[in-house]
């Protein structure tokens, strides 16, 4: 006798299965809830530091001798709310150049490039639920500012990653709210990856993959049965991925969550470029984006992360597939660690359902947020 498929919608019921990114197909993810419940210590919820000044933080608003002198400021007169400094330890940079080289099979290519820090906050201990959204547009503002800035100023720079670690378990060194902005010489294999697939879906589908995907989230409702106990195999609601909507931006759990509580921040209108947001844009990004980190907040107390930002490359070839790719926010939780099996297969492992993560997220009790 068949054992009856299984509803994966049902809280009791044990997930094995492996799922594939659609928009980066050689990335996997196993889905394994059993997982979870392996015996292990508990974890409590990382300290955060809630002092909105501390003499001896050198990104707190008078202690700008601590760092090297700003980039820009905002505002430009008076106190300031969001700073941007050269990192002292930067990853690239451009006082020394040296040629590429290649021996043999090995090659390098010269280090060169840009690594700042955007102090998010002059308040030491705010967390992003807690700023405000005018604040958060600001800040996506100079985001996209400063990536335009620096595309103009070497065309050597192939790419700009602006990212965020938040908690030491996200590799944050100083707990004051920041940000940090790196401009390389060579575009991300990741994001190459995004860009290369999404490219091909169009050729094949002509149309953009990110937005197919929000489509299926926002109207795709199914009930798949199995073939020969006519049990329910898998029952997909409509919105059951989507955590937050605004009036131009969509918070989305993906199906193929390689975090736990990973959650993607994306344009409900296509759009290729961040740099092409407007200020209408930022204001409705900065509102879906505080009330996503205020739903993680209310269901993980503490939550350690890191998000990032991808947009198109801004290369002659990259720049040819405004029409197939997609720009969006990438918000990854850190509540584990990867394992060897995942660093030896490359496989993630998600002990978490996504379809109950996200169930949780979107029910989590905010206030008026």
């Not at 801004?314 to 394992?339: G, K, V």
Request: proline share 7%; with cysteine; net charge negative.
């Amino acid at each position: 006798m068949k054992k009856p498929a299984t509803d994966t919608n049902n809280p009791e019921t044990e997930l094995r299965e492996i799922r594939i990114n659609p928009i980066v197909p050689t990335e996997s993810v196993l889905v394994a809830t059993a997982r979870g419940m392996r015996p292990k210590k508990a974890e409590q919820p990382a300290p955060r530091e809630t002092r909105s000044h501390v003499e001896t933080c050198p990104f707190c608003r008078g202690n700008e001798n601590m760092t090297p002198p700003a980039i820009t400021s905002f505002p430009e007169q008076g106190p300031w709310d969001i700073r941007i400094v050269e990192n002292l330890y930067p990853i690239l940079g451009d006082d020394r150049q040296t040629p590429n080289l290649a021996f043999g099979l090995q090659q390098t290519i010269d280090g060169y490039g840009r690594h700042e820090v955007i102090i998010d906050n002059s308040n030491h201990g705010l967390a992003i639920h807690e700023m405000t959204e005018q604040h958060l547009s600001n800040l996506f503002g100079i985001y996209r500012n400063h990536m335009e800035s620096l595309y103009r100023s070497d065309n050597r720079l192939q790419y700009v990653l602006v990212f965020k670690n938040f908690g030491p378990a996200a590799g944050a060194s100083i707990p004051h709210t920041h940000s940090q902005i790196i401009a390389t010489p060579v575009i991300p294999d990741n994001v190459l990856a995004e860009v290369q697939n999404s490219r091909n879906y169009f050729q094949k589908q002509h149309q953009c993959i990110f937005c197919t995907l929000i489509d299926e989230a926002l109207t795709f409702e199914a009930t798949i049965y199995d073939r020969d106990s006519g049990h329910i195999r898998r029952k997909i609601d409509v919105g059951q991925y989507v955590i937050e909507r605004g009036k131009k931006f969509v918070a989305i759990k993906p199906f193929a969550s390689r975090y736990e509580w990973e959650v993607h921040i994306l344009p409900l209108k296509h759009q290729a470029d961040f740099l092409q947001t407007t200020e209408e844009d930022l204001d409705d990004l900065a509102r879906v984006m505080r009330r996503t980190m205020a739903r993680l907040d209310a269901v993980l107390g503490g939550v350690q992360y890191n998000y990032f930002l991808h947009s198109i490359p801004h290369t002659s070839d990259c720049l040819e597939c405004d029409a197939s790719y997609h720009w969006h926010l990438e918000i990854c939780p850190r509540t584990s660690i990867p394992t060897g099996f995942e660093l030896g297969s490359g496989l993630f492992v998600n002990t978490v359902s996504p379809e109950m993560a996200a169930e949780q997220l979107r029910n989590a009790l905010i206030g008026p947020v």
